[in-house]
Nanobody, 124 residues
Framework: QVQLVESGGGLVQAGGSLRLSCAAS????????MGWFRQAPGKEREFVAG????????YYADSVKGRFTISRDNAENTMYLQMNSLKPEDTAVYYC?????????????????WGQGTQVTVSS
């Protein structure tokens, strides 16, 4: 079992930045690809960014490409999402997840472990 805890959400003005963190409970974290997802009210959960087990491969949704950066520190069992140039449409609850594989997948149904989520609100 892997427990994930997100932090770093908050309220920010459009154009601002936030850095989300996802702390994992087990050292097996370093074996798993990870992802960030988000869910806005009334919408389905959507893929934001993914990173493979080593951090050598990343993948982004088109809506965040060039603005968000995913990274991980396996020594610290922590994953990050640096969010720059935030827009009001980025407002959502952000979740980190581990899929149990070493490679990135975008389908949320293939992720085995989820954090509780952290709210990000971007004001216009």
């Amino acid at each position: 079992q892997v427990q994930l805890v997100e932090s770093g959400g908050g309220l920010v003005q459009a154009g601002g930045s936030l850095r989300l963190s996802c702390a994992a409970s087990r050292r097996t974290f370093s074996s798993y690809a990870m992802g960030w997802f988000r869910q806005a009210p009334g919408k389905e959960r959507e893929f934001v960014a993914g990173i493979n087990w080593s951090g050598g491969s990343t993948y982004y949704a088109d809506s965040v490409k060039g603005r968000f950066t995913i990274s991980r520190d396996n020594a610290e069992n922590t994953m990050y999402l640096q969010m720059n140039s935030l827009k009001p449409e980025d407002t959502a609850v952000y979740y980190c997840a581990a899929n149990g594989y070493s490679y990135i997948v975008v389908d949320p149904q293939r992720y085995r472990y989820w954090g509780q989520g952290t709210q990000v609100t971007v004001s216009s």
